[in-house]
């Protein structure tokens, strides 16, 4: 296995850092998940352009100086699946302050640009896609909008999402939600959330400390597709234990319904029409079962079918 890393491929085995990295201390580094799809037309990564849009701009919210420009990324990304010899896989493209000066300004620290590849299966277990998983709404909050940076994936920021999920585990729960500053829903400990309620889909807006997920927005043009309509909105907990579906996105969790909330059955304990029906349109475009309409797949080995970053 090879890892990418500041512009070559080392052997995975060579591919440490020194104990004064900044980021391991600090938490100063930025990072996106992708998934690459074995489809039928073989193998491609699923919104490639966006996710390495996102990792600079969360750079760029970081203060983090990147070496390497968007279309640099994107080809380090194909070139990695393909050296590796992947037919699926999870990919991990992570940018951080390295060794040199400690204290927490890191600005004179060299800036360190990783992807690596590697197996991955259901994220939030095998018989999640169908039967749902069981969650709690967790006592931490998401940090509020001038306590944090809730559009830039940072290293850092992931202790809360730590906490939560460590909490959700000890109580015997797959997942955790967590409120905002205003007590209102926010997101899952890595993941967006939608709540279909009396034939509505809402979903927390931007403001509600959430990452805007690329799955998520993938979600919401399906849900156009299919015609069916979403409300961006602020979720009040109690919408939760009433709702007739809910289910989590995200590159990992992909689509997965939720069947229960702090041990009360969401609906009829099951996954909902609705869920079902954007699964199998998701399922159908990643593994080119249908025609990839919206150009989200870039072929590893026909680079020349990128999608726009647009």
């Not at 709540?195 to 805007?212: A, D, K, Q, R, W």
């Not at 059955?265 to 080119?288: D, M, N, Y």
């Not at 079962?289 to 020349?304: F, I, M």
């Amino acid at each position: 296995m090879l890892i990418w890393r500041n512009g070559e491929f080392v052997d995975w085995e060579k591919a440490t850092v020194h104990v004064t990295t900044h980021a391991l201390h600090y938490g100063s580094s930025v990072f996106e998940g992708i998934r690459a799809y074995r489809t039928k037309q073989g193998t491609a990564i699923f919104r490639l352009q966006p996710h390495m849009q996102r990792l600079l701009n969360s750079a760029k919210i970081a203060r983090i100086e990147v070496p390497f420009t968007e279309a640099q990324f994107n080809e380090a990304a194909l070139e990695i699946v393909r050296r590796n010899g992947h037919e699926s896989c999870y990919m991990r493209p992570i940018v951080f302050r390295g060794a040199g000066v400690l204290g927490v300004e890191g600005r004179k620290n060299p800036t360190e640009c990783v992807i690596f590849t590697l197996e991955w299966g259901r994220y939030l277990g095998k018989e999640a896609i169908e039967q749902g998983v069981d969650v709690q709404i967790s006592t931490w909050r998401r940090v509020a909008p001038d306590t944090g940076a809730s559009l830039a994936k940072i290293g850092g920021q992931y202790v809360n999402s730590q906490f939560i999920s460590m909490e959700a585990h000890d109580g015997g729960f797959t997942e955790g939600i967590a409120l905002d500053f205003n007590g209102t829903v926010s997101e899952g400990a890595g993941e967006n959330i939608f709540v279909v309620y009396e034939g509505t889909v809402y979903t927390p807006g931007i403001g509600s400390s959430i990452l805007n997920g690329i799955t998520r927005d993938s979600v919401i043009k399906l849900m156009g597709d299919l015609g069916m309509n979403v409300r961006f909105e602020a979720i009040p907990r109690d919408l939760l234990y009433i709702a007739d579906e809910i289910f989590f996105t995200g590159t990992a969790a992909e689509i997965t319904p939720v069947r229960s909330v702090d041990r009360i059955k969401v609906g009829k304990g099951s996954r909902g029409p609705i869920t079902q029906a954007l699964q199998e349109e998701f399922f159908a475009i990643t593994s080119g079962e249908k025609a990839d309409r919206h150009g989200w797949l870039t072929p590893v080995y026909q680079t020349e079918k990128q999608e726009s970053s647009g």
